[in-house]
């Protein structure tokens, strides 16, 4: 199948961490991105992993990918009220399957 | 880093217009773009592959008619919304893969009909 999954919301006070998680279900994807959309915008390309590493570590984020449960993670560490919005995750097989989307709700 | 623009970034016209959309990439070159609907709280959904010199490949329930493609060149690519009707009102999104990158994303068209 072709189901990337998310949890729809999330919501974080401003300097904690926020866990945003993705289970896709396609094993041969080679890349797992994780993407950004503010409100009427296009998308940002935060960052990505490739299928053969469990770990990235980008300023304050990190990836976390479990490819043996098909479980792709993005921490961000010290989560600012402009880090409010839409994140999706997306796997890359012959073409990019997207995630459900999660809204991340930051609190001042 | 790589750009792809998109324009218009709004429009709203009546019912049985056609709506032309375009995508470009403005410091690379592109031979296969995409064209992507997004629903109020939705994901995105691809629509069809955009190929430089060819035909477009059109995903599964999408109506090539409806929706018409053109890239001709390697900068460019349009969507034409033929005869556009209330239920076409959604926002679309194109990107594009710069050699060896990720796709890098458009800021989308939020196309509304009366």
């Known amino acids: 199948g072709e189901d990337v999954e998310q949890s729809l919301f999330l919501s974080v006070r401003e300097g904690d961490s926020s866990v945003i998680n993705c289970t896709y279900t396609d094993s041969s994807s080679t890349y797992l991105y994780w993407y950004k959309q503010e409100p009427g915008a296009g998308l940002q390309l935060l960052t990505y992993i490739f299928s053969n590493m469990d770990m990235k570590q980008d300023q304050r984020l990190t990836v976390l990918l479990n490819k043996k449960d098909k479980h792709l993670s993005l921490r961000i560490a010290d989560t600012q009220t402009g880090d409010s919005a839409i994140y999706f995750c997306a796997e890359m097989t012959y073409k990019y399957i997207f995630g459900t989307g999660t809204r991340l709700k930051v609190l001042a | 880093g790589a750009v792809v623009s998109q324009h218009p970034s709004w429009v709203i016209c009546k019912s049985g217009t056609s709506v032309k959309i375009e995508c470009r990439s403005l410091d690379f070159q592109a031979t296969t773009m995409f064209w992507y609907r997004q629903f109020p709280k939705q994901s995105l959904m691809l629509m069809a592959t955009?190929?430089?010199?060819?035909?477009?490949?059109?995903e599964q329930g999408v109506e090539k008619d409806k929706f018409l493609i053109n890239h001709a060149s390697l900068t460019l690519s349009t969507l034409t919304v033929t005869s556009a009707h209330p239920e076409d009102s959604s926002f679309y999104i194109c990107?594009?893969?710069?050699?060896?990158?990720?796709?890098?994303f458009g800021d989308g068209t939020r196309l509304s009909i009366l």
């Open positions: 955009s190929n430089e010199g060819s035909k477009a490949t059109y």
């Open positions: 990107s594009a893969p710069p050699e060896g990158q990720p796709q890098h």
